[in-house]
């Protein structure tokens, strides 16, 4: 791919961006941990902020492997966007559900969203242009599984819509990455 960076990230590595990006989901794990010292509305147990490290810490590798990779601010951003939400889709699920409670069995078809993202970015081999249509590809499933639910719980289904704004996003900005690659080469 055009563009790479060839050592140390392009100045990534050692970047303030990085330490905040690694930071930052170590310190929103302690927002929980502070708030139940001084409320009963925030009870979390061990299983919960396991959970939610796993997500964070998971988001937080996936852009980082995808900002070292390239100098394009694009890309990034565009990875940015799609790990978002990815991110969204997952936590939403967990805490409320998207359609109708956590527990209904219809929002495990929102995965799919997830699943279509990266399988198509892995066939793409995370070039521009194929994620490109990766991200186009999970916005259509996002959209399709939404709109099917609006009959479900339209409050839950118009707010997943907008997830799928995300998608499409991220979608510009990878073609958007493509023509500065191209422009670049």
Do not use: C, H
């Not at 990534?12 to 989901?25: D, E, K, N, Q, T």
């Not at 409320?96 to 219809?106: C, K, L, N, Q, R």
Request: hydrophobic share 60%; net charge positive; no cysteine.
């Amino acid at each position: 791919m055009a563009g790479l960076a060839r050592t140390n990230g392009g100045g990534w590595r050692g970047s303030p961006w990085r330490i905040a990006l690694w930071g930052v989901p170590a310190l929103l794990l302690l927002v929980p941990a502070v708030a139940m010292r001084f409320t009963d509305e925030v009870k979390w147990d061990g299983a919960d902020f396991a959970a939610m490290a796993i997500l964070l810490f998971t988001a937080a590798g996936a852009f980082d492997l995808a900002a070292r990779a390239t100098l394009s601010w694009a890309y990034r951003a565009a990875a940015a966007v799609a790990v978002t939400a990815s991110f969204l889709i997952v936590w939403i699920n967990l805490a409320v559900g998207m359609i109708g409670p956590e527990d209904d069995p219809y929002n495990l078809l929102f995965g799919g969203a997830i699943a279509v993202a990266l399988i198509g970015a892995m066939l793409a081999r995370f070039r521009p242009a194929g994620m490109a249509r990766a991200m186009l590809a999970a916005g259509a499933w996002q959209a399709a599984v939404a709109a099917a639910g609006l009959t479900a719980d339209w409050r839950g289904g118009v707010s997943t819509l907008v997830l799928a704004g995300l998608w499409l996003v991220a979608a510009g900005l990878f073609l958007r990455a493509g023509r500065q690659e191209a422009g670049a080469g």
